[in-house]
T-cell receptor, first 115, second 120 residues
Framework: AQTVTQSQPEMSVQEAETVTLSCTYDTSESDYYLFWYKQPPSRQMILVIRQEAYKQQNATENRFSVNFQKAAKSFSLKISDSQLGDAAMYFCAHITQGGSEKLVFGKGTKLTVNP | DTEVTQTPKHLVMGMTNKKSLKCEQHMGHRAMYWYKQKAKKPPELMFVYSYEKLSINESVPSRFSPECPNSSLLNLHLHALQPEDSALYLC???????????????????FGEGSRLTVL
């Protein structure tokens, strides 16, 4: 069965600093996608960044980047130059090709950004 | 238009009421989803419609009844709910449908803001 584990229920960071959110996953499939979704308070969930498992290069989107370690089944999110608007719940998620094609979410990490 | 629109934003209903949640997208997406989310928890998948057909039902109680009238609309009909059904109900869509031969649902979902349901 696919599982996604986020071991940090809460994290905090000072504005303009860098923070890393951790995620590990488990799958027996070789072809899959990994995601970080952001859910601000009382606002809709949006995709932050996506990583294809077959790509060795780590995905980057502006201030957001990932550290994808396929052998270790690790997929951490780094937020650089943190801004107040980054405060949100962050969910790591995983989907496999050839499996149920259902997106599996981790339990989430609540990120607080301190001014 | 890159939005998924959900109505109503808030709904309060009694256990004997019948109500519906509505979801609309005009992005030409071929799969639409209902999720249930409790406070401080991840979304839990309820139903998936792919190409307007019910593709996944996560053993949801029959008091929740989904309907997909066309490729842009998704409804969730509610009847005889329990207080524990109070939650945020999220609708989402994805460009590709599920199980498409030669294709793959990449899992990029576009979410609405949700309908917050309170059952008294």
């Amino acid at each position: 069965a696919q599982t996604v584990t986020q071991s940090q229920p809460e994290m905090s960071v000072q504005e303009a600093e860098t923070v890393t959110l951790s995620c590990t996953y488990d799958t027996s499939e070789s072809d899959y996608y990994l995601f970080w979704y952001k859910q601000p308070p009382s606002r809709q969930m949006i995709l932050v960044i996506r990583q294809e498992a077959y790509k060795q290069q780590n995905a980057t989107e502006n201030r957001f980047s990932v550290n994808f370690q396929k052998a270790a089944k690790s997929f951490s999110l780094k937020i650089s130059d943190s801004q107040l608007g980054d405060a949100a719940m962050y969910f790591c998620a995983h989907i496999t090709q050839g499996g149920s094609e259902k997106l599996v979410f981790g339990k989430g990490t609540k990120l607080t950004v301190n001014p | 238009d890159t939005e998924v629109t959900q109505t109503p934003k808030h709904l309060v209903m009694g256990m004997t009421n019948k109500k519906s949640l509505k979801c609309e997208q005009h992005m030409g997406h071929r799969a639409m989803y209902w999720y249930k989310q409790k406070a401080k928890k991840p979304p839990e998948l309820m139903f998936v419609y792919s190409y307007e057909k019910l593709s996944i039902n996560e053993s949801v109680p029959s008091r929740f009844s989904p309907e997909c009238p066309n490729s842009s609309l998704l409804n969730l009909h509610l009847h005889a709910l329990q207080p524990e059904d109070s939650a945020l109900y999220l609708c989402a869509s994805s460009q590709q449908g599920l199980g498409l031969a030669g294709g793959f649902n990449t899992g990029e979902l576009f979410f609405g803001e949700g309908s917050r349901l309170t059952v008294l």
